[in-house]
């Protein structure tokens, strides 16, 4: 009896058309958080661009705090309305196009954010595992292309939905929408298992990309510190791995969850369903929000004071050693 009456609730947030719970205060400080960090994020970003030559990294970097500021813009306001007018998402149109528009922002935004992810992370590791391939072939027009392939497939893969596969539908209290995670219809299962598995793999992609760096990272460390060379290329490089690392964390994090609610609707599990689809979705807006955050705390110019930190007690201990070898070799001279 429970679960038929959690069902029937989920499918009539479906419908409904005037909010009936919810904290307009939590969007309005998740909208502020989500745009007040992306400009700074982009402003900094900026600022170091004009102070070293432009790269592909940095093509890639612009991109993805773009498509965060977009997600805050597009979407917050629209979800701030429906409590202002207490109407949901469904109901502040005739024909449900505020949700449909609402639905198609969210699964655009996602999985460009992830793919934009994925490529940082194949940049990152060609220009570490193969730099002579990296700066023959790759360059920002590159990286142009690239972002514009992306933005491309994603728009054509959220239009799916008004073709007749998949379907954008209202979560409660009435200011969610997004794609239907429990969808009866061959069709509708067919491609939201298309878009969970993509994420999945695109992730994975991401994870193992990342892992192969850090282990090139730390071998290169100890090839130079066996070899005595300097680290600043080091620095630089690990500069560009903490913050994309951390990030992609964080999106696991905010977007595994909904992988799983996506594959246990398939196999047939409908028990309290809709609280649990409604938390993962909560959870995947906030990847954008924490992106441009984590680029403020992890700016090289903060990595660079706190490295400096961490080898100033060794090399104060390196040039006491050098200090007392040359007394005591003074002395034998002596």
Sequence with gaps: MST????????????IVDVESGQPIT???????????????????EVRRRRTSPSLYHVLVTALLMTDLLGSVSVSPVVLSAYAQGKTLVGMSANAEVCS???????????STLAILCVMALERYLSIGHPYFYERHLSKRCGYI?????????????????????????????????????????????????????????????VVCNIAVLLLLVMMYRRRVSAHSASRSMTEEVEHLLPLATITVVFICCTLPL??????????????????????LRLLSFHSILNPWVFIILRPSLLKILWRKLHKPQESTLMRGKTLNSTSKDGHLL
């Excluded at 038929?4 to 499918?11: I, K, L, P, Q, V």
């Excluded at 309005?28 to 970003?45: D, E, K, Q, R, T």
């Excluded at 528009?101 to 999985?111: A, E, H, Q, V």
């Excluded at 539908?169 to 298992?193: N, R």
């Design 27 to 45: 969007s309005a400080v998740m909208f502020s958080a989500g745009v007040v960090g992306n400009i700074m994020a982009l402003v900094l970003l």
């Design 4 to 15: 038929e009456n959690n069902s029937t609730d989920h499918y009539r947030c479906h419908d």
């Design 146 to 206: 690239t972002i514009a392939l992306i933005y491309l497939a994603c728009v054509i893969f959220c239009i799916a939905p008004f073709l007749g596969f998949g379907e954008y539908v209202q979560y409660c209290p009435g200011t969610w929408c997004f794609l239907d995670m429990s969808h009866a219809e061959v069709k509708g299962q067919v491609y939201i298992g298309f878009y969970a598995s993509f994420i999945l793999i695109v992730t994975s992609t991401t």
């Design 259 to 280: 992988v799983l609610r996506v594959y246990v609707n398939l196999t047939g599990s409908h028990e309290e369903r809709h609280a649990a689809d409604l938390r993962a």
């Design 101 to 111: 528009y609402f639905g198609f922002n969210m699964t655009f935004l996602s999985l």
